[in-house]
């Protein structure tokens, strides 16, 4: 059933859903509504799990400089000639 | 033209007194330097520096202090060209500086203490390369 409506300056509303009273359109904005509704109940049900704490130690940063063995190794040559070629700062 | 034999003469020996000035001098220890060490009131610190063992008089704070801007300019030269960060190559050579150090003087031993060097090895960072 197609009705015609009075649409102001603009072509008639004839398709189904531009009417409001299509099955199909109706089902999907109950859909819609229900996943809305779902997310909306999911994220208070997941609010109720999420719990932040404040630290109870200061958060320190380690700012030790971490050097690796194999690095002294391989700088070994080169800093043994840097000290020999400046022995008036060694 | 005439005037192109002097002027030569004089570029040549202005490029021979810069060539002069800009070789590395290798000039020894300062001696208030030398003397410090001896006396063990400066010490090889672990970390590629000089550290005061006792507090130190104004002008010997002075020099060592320059002595160890100096060795960060060419720590950081080097590094870059290692490819390696100033602190491990400042490190490394603080191992070296460190196996260096003849009888008597001081260095840090791992722990942080001062510690005096005897003709044994020194004790060092289980990190320094041995030798």
Known sequence: ?90 | MFLSAPLIRSALALSLGALVLAAPALAQRDPAYAAARAAGQVGEKADGYLGFVVPPSAPLKALVEDLNIKRKAVYAQHAQAQHATVEEYAFTAGCLAIARTAPGEKYQAPDGTWATRTSAPPQRDPRCPAG
Do not use: H, W
């Open chain 1, 1 to 90: 059933m197609t009705r015609r409506e009075l649409t102001d300056r603009a072509s008639l509303a004839t398709t189904l859903p531009m009417q409001g009273d299509s099955k199909r359109g109706r089902f999907r904005g109950l859909t819609r509504m229900a996943t809305a509704g779902m997310l909306v109940a999911g994220l208070l049900a997941m609010g109720g799990c999420i719990s932040v704490n404040a630290p109870d130690k200061p958060i320190v940063i380690e700012l030790n400089i971490n050097i690796q063995q194999e690095v002294v190794y391989r700088l070994a040559k080169d800093a043994d000639q840097t000290i020999a070629q400046n022995p008036e700062i060694f």
